[in-house]
């Protein structure tokens, strides 16, 4: 298990759902009766944020609640995945955040993992590195779901790291790359220099000038190759990162170009696996 979600955060998604209660639950007045929620996998998956899941049902008022797999486990259709028994208000008030956050969460690991399996099928070592594009407000569910699946953040925003965009350079005029690289190194010498390059003699310049890391942005497999090959004998070669349309259709032969970083975002735009919930009443 990678980190568990603040119970704060819980606490706000089933304030989100349910503010005010829950109106069909008041309506039909079955709130006190105790009930039994199962939640099972629709689909094969990676499993993600399991522990959350059974911490919202604790959250509701239902403390008969008991994980039977847990986040980066393979779940085949119809697996188990918890149990949670409590009143019926309990049970209805954590299904649906509890349910939609394992799809969400248990979708992105799923692809994150497809295509750290594909990059390491070509060079084992290959480290999978994922952006920060994905939508504002839920980092630390993204966080959790490409690290079960054994993927690292590229960054966590932008004030923990250095990254040299097109976009700062676009201000930079004619400074020569290895001043601009000295600056910021005076600056923060502590950090790693991480610098986008988008043709093969930019990523060879930006690697003679010093800085820790090139980020090749949209070279093709045998563009990023020849880079490899041209920094194959230099001194003090900086790691090389592919960014661009990485996926798990081209994952390999990145690895195989000489990649030691692969950058993705593709894991984000994965489609939410199924999560089937069902409840039954008790005695």
Request: glycine letters at 8%.
């Amino acid at each position: 298990m990678t980190f568990l979600i603040s119970t704060a955060r819980l606490e706000a998604m089933l304030r989100e759902d349910a503010p005010y209660g829950d109106l069909t639950t008041q309506a039909l007045d079955i709130g006190d009766t105790r009930g039994q929620a199962v939640l099972r996998a629709g689909a094969t998956m990676m499993l993600c944020c399991a522990e959350e899941a059974e911490a919202l049902f604790r959250l509701a008022g239902c403390t008969d609640a008991h994980r039977v797999a847990a986040s980066g486990g393979l779940l085949e259709e119809g697996g188990t995945i918890l149990t949670a028994e409590g009143p019926v208000s309990g049970l209805y008030l954590a299904a649906r955040a509890a349910q939609a956050l394992m799809e969400t969460a248990s979708g992105v690991a799923s692809r994150a993992a497809r295509i750290r399996s594909e990059a390491r099928s070509a060079r084992p070592d290959i480290v999978v590195a994922c952006t920060r594009r994905h939508l504002p407000g839920i980092k630390d569910v993204m966080l959790k779901a490409i690290m079960t699946a054994g993927c690292i953040p590229n960054r966590l925003g932008l004030s923990d790291s250095l990254l040299v965009s097109a976009q700062h350079r676009a201000f930079l005029g004619r400074e020569p790359a290895h001043r601009w690289v000295s600056r910021v190194r005076a600056v923060q010498p502590a950090r790693r220099l991480v610098v986008e390059a988008f043709s093969v003699d930019e990523a060879v310049l930006l690697a003679h000038a010093g800085v820790d890391t090139v980020q090749c942005d949209g070279l093709s497999p045998e563009q990023f190759a020849e880079v490899s090959r041209a920094l194959a004998d230099h001194g003090s070669r900086p790691v090389l990162a592919a960014a661009g349309d990485i996926h798990e259709g081209n994952a390999a032969a990145y690895a195989r170009a000489g990649a030691d970083v692969l950058v993705t975002s593709a894991p984000f735009a994965a489609a939410p696996l199924d999560v089937k919930v069902t409840m039954d009443r008790l005695g």
